[in-house]
């Protein structure tokens, strides 16, 4: 184990120094962000600083350093000056940038819907978005689709009706469009070292400012509809859940603003990340037979023709099992940030208060010390006795302590139904046998080369 202590004679921080960002510039091109960051941990070790120009970042891997930052010390790591950007062009002031009492009182607002009980209301949604889906795919069989695509055009639909209970496609499609070209900016934004000033409305700013005029005005003009009707008319939707509660200290209901805020970043963190844990999931399981047959055996043996019940999913552990190890591999959000307010020690190494800490489940989820094979796609990690072993710190997909993402069971719940009743009459298959996903990060994790994928029927 890593103790982590203060120490009386500190040592500096290792680490890869690159005042002129050129110097590093060229080595991220040529290898991708997370291929850089790998090659210098194993060169560095578990705690280092990487410095790109003016910008220094300290990495903290081993399982230890999670805890402590996440859990030991977590009232001095905070989400500040690392999100501005997000907050000021996505998420606003949502409950994934929040900081200090307003974050408090969000979360506590918000926790009661997506608690592993709360997701079950969302069931009846996400069956009927599967079945409109499976008659999309059953019209492709034969083709060769984006992945990627497919599966945030299912997981948008999912959320988007939870969230406002629109019937119409055209009107999901629109929304779906511009919150992605949203996120696409800000994501771009965020890893660009020259930016131009978003106030000038030329080429993607000008498309990223159109996508967010007609995405608040659609937010807003839902909102108004509702308090323009009595509450007992309103849907029993994500958003009417939100308009209706109240701050358990002074009562008070979300602001219009806040609400926007709110649903902008559930459909950001219950579309997105999930769409690509599906589609790391059909790579996995077009590369590993074995592993497909497996599923496929649990699938029909529980479910034969049968939709899926909540009672099912508990039957289902290897389906389970199958996304879980998706997630360590592929972990849809493989690198997360914390700003520090205080100085902290961490294995006799000063952090300065200011320091932009990066914790990375991409780089953790491989550590060989916490991992037989780390590169290896293995469901069998997830059997409850092996899982029980592990250390609890070694996995985190979705944060770890008081800022865990509150949308994990959600995610969890949605990716296991989709995944078993897609399987159940699909074996999406590589378009290309010898594809391996170039992984790199734009937000969240992406494949540089795509993943181009044949529908096939299971055969």
Request: aromatic share 8%.
């Amino acid at each position: 184990m890593t103790t982590i202590t203060s120490s009386a004679q500190l040592t500096a921080l290792p680490g890869r120094r690159s005042p002129l960002i050129f110097d590093a510039a060229w080595d991220i091109r040529r290898k991708g962000f997370l291929q850089f960051l790998h090659d210098e941990w194993r060169r560095h070790g578990d705690l280092f600083q990487i410095q790109i120009g003016p910008r220094k970042m300290t990495l903290a891997i081993h399982p230890d350093h999670v805890h402590h930052i996440s859990i030991v010390r977590r009232d001095i790591y905070d989400k500040r000056e690392s999100y501005d950007i997000v907050r000021e062009l996505l998420l606003g002031n949502g409950v994934l940038t929040a900081t200090g009492a307003a974050w408090r009182r969000q979360r506590q607002l918000m926790s009661p819907f997506f608690t592993p009980r709360g997701v079950e209301q969302f069931l009846a949604i996400i069956i009927r978005d599967a079945q409109q889906f499976i008659a999309r795919w059953q019209g492709k069989v034969g083709s060769v689709v984006e992945m990627l695509d497919e599966m945030m055009f299912v997981t948008a639909s999912i959320i988007l009706r939870s969230l406002f209970t629109t019937e119409s496609d055209e009107t999901l499609l629109e929304l779906k469009n511009d919150v992605e070209t949203m996120i696409q900016f800000t994501a771009t934004r965020q890893i660009r070292p020259l930016r131009l000033p978003v106030w000038l409305k030329i080429g993607e700013n000008k498309r990223y400012s159109h996508a967010r005029r007609r995405v608040h005005a659609y937010i807003q003009d839902v909102i108004a509809q509702r308090r323009a009707m009595p509450v007992e008319r309103w849907p029993n939707d994500l958003l009417s859940k939100l308009m209706l509660a109240r701050d358990e200290e002074t009562g008070e209901a979300a602001s219009d603003a806040l609400l926007r805020d709110e649903t902008i970043t559930l459909f950001f963190a219950g579309h997105e990340t999930t769409a690509r844990t599906l589609t790391f999931a059909w790579y996995a399981l077009a590369k590993q037979p074995e592993v497909a047959r497996r599923l496929r055996d649990e699938i029909d043996t529980v479910l034969g023709d049968r939709e899926p019940t909540v009672e099912d999913l508990k039957r289902m552990p290897y389906t389970l099992q199958v996304i879980k190890e998706t997630m360590r591999l592929y972990p849809a959000a493989p690198l997360y940030a914390r700003d520090m307010t205080q100085d902290d020690v961490i294995d006799g190494k000063r952090i300065a208060a200011g320091s932009t800490v990066i914790l990375a489940p991409f780089l953790t989820h491989r550590h060989p010390h916490f991992w037989d094979e780390p590169e290896r796609f293995d469901p069998e990690r997830w059997t409850p006795e092996r899982e029980a072993s592990q250390h609890p710190y070694a996995y985190h997909p979705f944060a770890a302590g008081q800022r865990i993402c509150l949308g994990n069971n959600f995610s969890l719940f949605e990716s296991h139904i989709l995944l078993a009743m897609l399987a159940r009459q699909f074996t999406p298959e590589l378009a290309n046998p010898r594809h391996n996903p170039q992984l790199d990060m734009a937000g969240t994790l992406i494949s540089r080369n795509g993943m181009p994928m044949r529908i096939a029927r299971r055969r």
